[in-house]
């Protein structure tokens, strides 16, 4: 679909069914547009509606909002959330009643310089209030273009990003671009929703790449997941003749910091020598189930062995090394999975000896 065809099927449908009575579709200023823009980011329009109104008629211009005490402003938001905004709010009033005279300059450049103007606040306050032709990529315009071009890629990239905002400006036509943008706004907002886009009432419907594939929540694509790291250890368990089992202490730094847990072995070869370390005597090894354990930068994937081991008599015990009795469990800091596995390995020993 031409630029020319895309921007005049979506005027056209604008004109018959787009929303025209929103309070700052009246009376339109760039102070006006501004505020609402502002109040509409993360809010929905119902609750913006509660709050729009009494915002004018408290303050009704830049220069009001700009000596206002910082507490009524606050107050008048109240509700809204995300009161950084309404703390930029203020600061950009005093910015462009200081500096630019109580005028919003009429270029986007000067316009995102102001606290808390992205560009797409700023295409929406050019094109509406002014009249220039400026292109917008809100949350709902972002949704309509990814889908009509099918556009692959997480938009949050700045290669994606700059995709889309080319593709933005080649579709924004040279006149009506003040209705142009509350348009694509509102076709986003109530057609091409997030989940049940209503594509048979929509005008793109004919260009739509992502309609055409079936596959219109698909896009925009969504921030990909990262990959998490896998690891994985043998962990032995050795238990005595007494059913304790050797538990050691990890250093005071880094992951379990200070906490008795099960050794953590490669394979079976490290277990040897860790037998022959501790002078014991292995018998009977079982394989109890796998645990997978999800740290913040990796995943750890447990095999855990129980092992019967006969001590011998000579061996000196170690510091950080301990028999840890199943029955009488002395009271001290375990990792988490140990706790775990540990209840396992009661489990079979317990069962062991009632058979
Ligand atoms: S055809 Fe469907 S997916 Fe495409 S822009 Fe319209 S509503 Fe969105």
Redesign the pocket.
Known sequence: MQPEQFSSAVLDWYDRHGRHNLPWQHDITPYRVWVSEIMLQQTQVSTVLGYFDKFMEALPTVQALAEAPEDEVLHLWTGLGYYTRARNLQKAAKIVVAEHGGEFPRDVDKLVELPGIGLSTAGAIASISMGLRAPILDGNVK???A??TAQEGYPGEPKVAKQMWATAERYTPHSRVNHYTQAMMD??AT???RSK???????????????MLGQ??R?PIPKPRKVVPQKRTLMPIFANQEGAILLYRRPSTGLWGGLWSLPELDDFTDMQHLANQHALEMGEHLALPGLVHTFSHFQLTIEPWLVRVQESAHHVAEDDWLWYNLATPPRLGLAAPVKKLLKNAADVLNAGESA
Do not use: D, I, K
Not at 197 to 211: N, T, Y
């Open positions: 949704r309509v273009l889908r009509f076709l986003g057609l091409c929703t886009p209503s594509c048979l009432l929509c005008p793109l419907e004919r260009g739509c790449e992502a309609h219109e929540t896009y």
